[in-house]
Each structure stands twice: as C-alpha cells, then as structure tokens.
C-alpha cells in the first residue's frame, strides 16, 4: 500500500531535487525540477513491508505449486517395462522416467530383487537387472530375454523401447532380448498376477 509524505524543496540538481521531510531526513528526489526552492511537496512513499509479504505470499504459492507439480511426476506411473529372464520382474515408472516400485512375477524374480538396489532410469535398470541374473547364474547366452513395455495416458513406447535396445547394445549382456511395445489394452499388473498366485498357493 503507498502512502504520501510532505516535504520541502532545499535545492536543485539534475533529474531532481533534495529535500527535507517531516521527519527532518534529507534526501534527493527525482522530478520536481519545475518547483521552486521551499515549497512543499507531496512524495508518494512505496510499503516495502506490504511489498516484501505480497513477494513472500507469492512466492510461497509458487513454491507450493512447484513441489506439487514434483509430486505428481514423482508418484504418477506411467511406464511397466515387463523382463522375463525366467526371473519374471515388473518394473514401474513414473512420469519423470525414474523407478517407482519393482515387483516380481515369480520366486526367482523375488530373489533376483533382494540382492540388488535398483533405482534410476528405465534403461539403467533395465540393464542392471540384467546384469543381475547374469551374475547370479539366471542368465547365459542361451537365455531367451523377452522385455515388454506398456505405457499409458498416451505417452509413446517407441523412444523407450529404443533406448532400451540401444542400453542393451552398450552394455556386452551376451544376450540378444527380444523388446517390444505391448498394446495398452491388453496390459495387465503383473504384480496383481504375481499377487493372486501367491494368494491361491497359501490356499492350497
């Protein structure tokens, strides 16, 4: 909020003039340059108090709004990348292309999950759980490697079944996997598979 504060005129100088306020403070004022020596004026004064929380609450809603947006790219999965290396492992990720949850299919993919961290991105982990079951004797040259990938809310397959195939190249895996995209429609939770087969296996 401003406020006004009167002064009078001492003297000239170029863009302005200095003066002396009620509160007996000197100083030099732009403008008013047409006014003479003496005569009282009215100085628009600026809240910087006023300014300085306006900045704050604004900056507060910004940072709010920032941390929000964070949240959901960071806990919103839109990637499964399926591995099946005999260990069958499902591998969510979120909207920041970051590893959410790693869950497996079968026994062995249980066991290949509790020796290693995975974390990171798709083709990193991807290769390191790879890696994984080759050293933990899952894997050889006569494995068969089938990767598939599903995503959802329209985000394209093609660029991270790429960037899958070109990690894997990189990697010296003596493998050759067979990736591909998977038709959205047709996706099912491995988890909630993996999830019923325990249930009906405690049944038995």
Not at 83 to 89: R, T
Not at 108 to 128: I, K, M, N, P, Q
């Amino acid at each position: 909020m401003n406020k006004t504060n009167k002064a009078i005129i001492l003297s000239h100088d170029r863009g302005g003039v200095y003066v002396m306020d009620k509160d007996g403070s000197f100083r030099f004022v732009r403008g008013y340059s047409s006014r003479p020596v003496g005569a009282e004026i009215e100085i628009r004064e600026v809240s910087f108090v006023s300014f300085g929380r306006t900045t704050a609450v604004a900056a507060g809603f910004a940072l709010i709004t920032f941390f929000s947006c964070f949240a959901w790219l960071w806990s919103s999965v839109n990637l499964y990348v399926f591995v099946d290396v005999n260990p069958g492992v499902e591998l969510q990720f979120n909207r920041l292309n970051r590893l959410r949850f790693a869950f497996p299919l079968n026994e062995d993919g249980a066991t290949l999950l509790d020796t290693t961290h995975f974390s990171g991105r798709v083709e990193d982990v991807t290769v390191l759980l790879l890696e994984t079951a080759e050293q933990r004797g899952f894997l050889d040259a006569e494995s068969g490697v089938n990767i598939e990938i599903f995503t959802t809310g329209g985000k394209s397959p093609d660029a991270v079944v790429y960037s899958i195939k070109t990690a894997l190249a990189e990697s010296g895996i003596p493998v050759n996997p067979v990736v591909s995209a998977g038709d959205e429609s047709d996706w099912d939770s491995g988890f909630q598979r993996w999830a019923e087969r325990q249930i009906r296996n405690r049944r038995l």
